[in-house]
């Protein structure tokens, strides 16, 4: 009775696991077709400087408008597209929609960020294709800014380190993304022409929850940050008392649902 009921087991499993497989290839072939029919579409999230709360630039963050499950967001198929490379033609369709927006609003307020991937940074051409981009569009580097997050500089090698360096030789700023969340922090300040640190979410939402720690890191970080002569921005900002206390640690940039929510260009508020 026991064997049969581990055979059982063994069957159920081995049934999960291929559907976990198909769900996964399937998923691959969609965005494959969504890439070639265009429904990677970008949104766009305001940042302000805290002092005034004047827009002084906007985030670039991707959205899948799926076919028939609606608006999807990255955490819905950002690790498939990594694993599978395929994040490299959703990065390129993103830069080309932030590209088209900065040349047709020449006044537009401040640089566009975009977040890049450890995976598209590991490309031979990466640089390259974004600067190539760039020109095609005639858009000036430093209306841009690259955002890669604290754990994907945790593997860079001389290769991205020189790819990222190139972008930022003509003018394009680099932020560190979800500052504070990774290992590197440090040192990697000093191995990479970075130009801001965007403090994570985690570090703001314990704010007005009086935790006693999250006040020190914050304020400890914003004193790095001015030392440095970096641009700090604090991510995920929700609540007036929020901004209030990241105003006086002394963060410089803010970005979070109290601004603004990320929207279409043509809709966007804040
Ligand atoms: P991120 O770069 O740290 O972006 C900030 C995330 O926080 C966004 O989530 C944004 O919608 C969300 N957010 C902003 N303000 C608030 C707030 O007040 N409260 C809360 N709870 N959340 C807020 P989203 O758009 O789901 O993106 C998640 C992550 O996906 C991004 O984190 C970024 O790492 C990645 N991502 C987004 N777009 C791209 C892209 O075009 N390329 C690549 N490689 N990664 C992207
Ligand atoms: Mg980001
Ligand atoms: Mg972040
Ligand atoms: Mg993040």
Redesign the pocket.
Known sequence: NAKRSGRAQWRLFDATMHSQAMTRLILEEEIRTALLQGDFV??Y?PIVALADRSIVGY?????WQHPERGLL???EF?PIA?DSGL?VG??SA?LDQVCAVLAEHPDAPGPIS????A??LACDDWSERFLATLRRYRVEPSRIIV?V?ETAVLSLTTHTIASLRAVRDLGAGLHV??FGTGFSSIALLRDLPVTGL?L??SFV?NLDAGVHDANTLASGLAALVTHLGLTGVA????TEVQAEALTRQGWQHG????FG??AAWASRTG
Do not use: M
């Open positions: 970008v949104h999230q985030e670039a963050l991707v959205r967001v990255p955490a950002l990594e994040i959703i990065g993103v975009v977040n890049v991937s995976v598209e955002e997050t993304d979800d965007k994570d979410a939402s991510e995920g900002i929700e970005q979070g649902y109290l929510r990320p």
